[in-house]
């Protein structure tokens, strides 16, 4: 049973950073690409970012695009997002996504963990 552990959210002022966690067991997700999401309140999730599995290329959303940068250690099991420069509305509970894969131009993911909780204060 894959199990996922989110880590690294918190408040922070408008203009700072975090950089968040996630290792999962269970099964071993170095050949597969890696995403974080994120649900923010009375809105549905959303896709954040991706990373091959080589960590050779990523994928952002637009409204994180030049903020945000994906990372993984696949030798843990591991992937991690920096986020620079954050505003009000990237609050949001972020999830990562193992397996996370594009279906018809959408990202999408099969296993979620309880996310962790990221709040910008202004």
């Known amino acids: 049973q894959v199990q996922l552990v989110e880590s690294g959210g918190g408040l922070v002022q408008a203009g700072g950073s975090l950089r968040l966690s996630c290792a999962a067991s269970?099964?071993?997700?170095?050949?597969?690409?890696m995403g974080w999401f994120r649900q923010a309140p009375g809105k549905e999730r959303e896709f954040v970012a991706a990373i091959s599995w080589s960590g050779g290329s990523a994928d952002y959303a637009d409204s994180v695009k030049g903020r945000v940068t994906i990372s993984r250690d696949n030798a843990k099991n591991s992937v991690y997002l920096q986020m620079n420069s954050l505003k009000p509305e990237d609050t949001a509970v972020y999830y990562c996504?193992?397996?996370?894969?594009?279906?018809?131009?959408?990202?999408?993911?099969?296993?979620w963990g309880q996310g962790t909780q990221v709040t910008v204060s202004s």
């Open positions: 269970g099964r071993t997700f170095s050949s597969y690409v």
């Open positions: 996504a193992p397996g996370a894969r594009r279906v018809a131009g959408t990202w999408t993911g099969d296993y």
